[in-house]
């Protein structure tokens, strides 16, 4: 009997993991669409920004305004992605916690505790608890 429910745990873990993997197939697909759509968006609107500097300035002042507008604008990027690796990196990194170990852990000495306690207490508790929660609104 235990060797089926493993055989069936481990037919649903490789399930999981297939459906996770078509998951993120999906959302590499539909960000590469969306960074294609937003690159063809940003072109066309850099040469209606050009066209637009070409009615008052003359092609090379129009083309440098451009670039050095789009190199600006990659400094700002290129600052304001170093503050926020500099501040992920100062960041502690949290030790990773088994969720069934700390369930088990917190409630382990209330389920003992709850053996000891008399039905009508636990039924009074759990009253209080309800009336509690419906009073919130």
Sequence with gaps: MNALLRLLAVGRAAA??????KLALLRTAIGALLAILVAVGMSFLVAAGYMLLRRDFTGPEAAG???GSFLLLALIVAIA?????????????????????????????????IGSVSPA?????VAGFIYGLRGKK
């Design 16 to 21: 999981s993991v297939r459906s996770q993997a």
């Design 65 to 67: 305004i451009v670039g």
């Design 81 to 113: 992605g170093q503050i926020v690796l500099r501040r992920q990196m100062r960041q502690p990194v949290a030790p990773a916690i088994d969720p069934t170990a700390a369930t088990m852990a917190a409630v382990g000495p209330l389920i003992s505790t």
């Design 121 to 125: 207490v636990l039924a009074a508790a």
